[in-house]
């Protein structure tokens, strides 16, 4: 029996009920952009993160690019100015960064998070650094409570990049409260892309804030720059998310709890059986609630593992398999090229040694049957 990486299918049908009628509401509403089902979303999504705004937004990227152009607007951020982000990222988190001909700074990645660095932030932090962006990765929180107050106290921006993340915590020390990512930092972007914990039936994003100001920007750009019809304040875009993909985000965080629980307790199978074996596991982080986007291992021999596996049926994934300092698309910038060795290698490493394991919908019984076959493998060649 195939074992696939990720069944979107299976992941709907206990809910396709939900999603159907969903469908039929805003089918029969006539509403299509702009209406009730975009509005009650986003008003969700703010009571789950305890932030005043909430904009959806048409993806992932475009959230982190109304998010950027917002800062610019208001000129808390001009080109030219350096925005560090960890070096192992999705390529999406640095793209807006280039587009607005900020300087990327490539961190090197915590290798407990596999998120940025906090002590290397603060070593690389220079008058020329205006903003910080911490990505969630896999879903585990990539935040330091302590290097962000710093941080703010010295007037730089903390962005997150939440894609992967949405219904992880962290525990504050200062207040004894638990945050949710996307409620950390001064702006959040999240995606909804179907693959994600929370998944659109198509592209979807929203960008989280408890600044009123960035909160109107984004959103008036979101929409051509324009708040009051056909006359615009800014030259924007349409970055709008549609009703229908609102409809059906609603059902889905719903059941963001259950969703969540699922994968972890899929990760703490995993951890279980794979205790003692030859290859290095995720960490659970202390003081953070973990949601498990990616169950990501490490081995040198990762190719060959890998292979293992898809002989026996069980397919993996590799995220990524080109740290942001050998994109093509980066080469040539400043800080990119600059000689940082030390963090190109460690990333370099990661990206030939990380596999994701299917961590999503798999039963006990597949996850028993992956770890064995990692661990046979193990005893034999590895
Ligand atoms: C998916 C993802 C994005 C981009 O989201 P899209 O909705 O695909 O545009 C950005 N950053 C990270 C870390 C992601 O995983």
């Not at 009571?47 to 959806?56: D, E, I, M």
């Not at 995606?191 to 198509?202: C, V, W």
């Not at 986007?293 to 994934?317: C, M, N, T, W, Y």
């Not at 039963?363 to 034999?380: F, G, L, N, V």
Request: proline share 5%; with cysteine.
């Amino acid at each position: 029996m195939e074992i696939p990486f990720l069944s979107l299918r299976e992941g709907h049908s206990s809910i396709e009920k939900e999603l159907c009628d969903s469908a039929r509401r805003v089918i029969e509403s006539g509403t299509y952009i702009n209406g009730p089902e975009t509005r009650a979303f986003a008003s969700e999504l703010e009571s789950l993160l305890g932030v005043a705004h909430v904009v959806p937004v048409s993806n992932g990227l475009d959230a982190l690019r109304l998010i950027l152009r917002a800062y610019i607007e208001t000129g808390r951020l001009a080109p030219g100015d350096e925005v560090m982000l960890p070096a192992n990222t999705y390529i999406a988190s640095v793209l807006p960064v280039v587009e607005f001909g900020l300087t990327p700074l490539l961190v090197r990645p915590d290798l407990s998070t596999y998120g940025l660095d906090w002590n290397e932030v603060m070593r690389l932090l220079s008058p020329k650094t205006k903003a910080v962006m911490a990505v969630h990765l896999y879903g585990t929180p990539g935040w330091d409570s302590a290097a962000a107050a710093e941080l703010k106290e010295r007037g730089i921006l903390l962005i997150e990049d939440n894609a992967q993340a949405i219904g992880a915590g962290v525990h504050i020390p200062a207040t004894g409260e638990v945050r949710l990512t996307g409620a950390l930092g001064d702006a959040a972007a999240f995606s909804f892309y179907p693959t994600k914990n929370i998944g659109a039936l198509g592209d979807a994003g929203a960008v989280a804030t408890s600044d009123p100001e960035i909160a109107s920007i984004v959103k008036s750009l979101a929409n051509y720059g324009s708040t009051v019809r056909y006359h615009n304040d800014y030259a924007g875009y349409n970055c709008r998310m549609d009703e229908l993909q609102a409809a059906f985000l609603r059902v889905k965080l719903r059941h963001l709890e259950s969703v969540s629980e699922k994968r972890r307790r899929n990760a703490e199978i995993y951890l279980h059986m794979l205790e003692g074996c030859d290859i290095i596991l995720p960490e659970t982080v202390p003081n953070t609630t973990q949601v498990w986007h990616q169950f990501v291992i490490r081995h040198p021999l990762r190719e060959r593992l890998r292979k293992h596996l898809a002989e026996k049926g069980i397919s993996s994934d590799i995220h990524y398999p080109l740290s942001l300092f050998r994109q093509k698309c980066l080469a040539g910038l400043p800080a990119v090229k600059a000689d940082r060795g030390e963090a190109s290698a460690l990333a370099d490493r990661l990206a030939a040694e990380v596999l994701s394991l299917p961590v999503a919908n798999v039963t006990e019984q597949q996850i028993c049957r992956i770890s064995d076959e990692i661990k046979s493998i193990h005893r034999q060649s590895l």
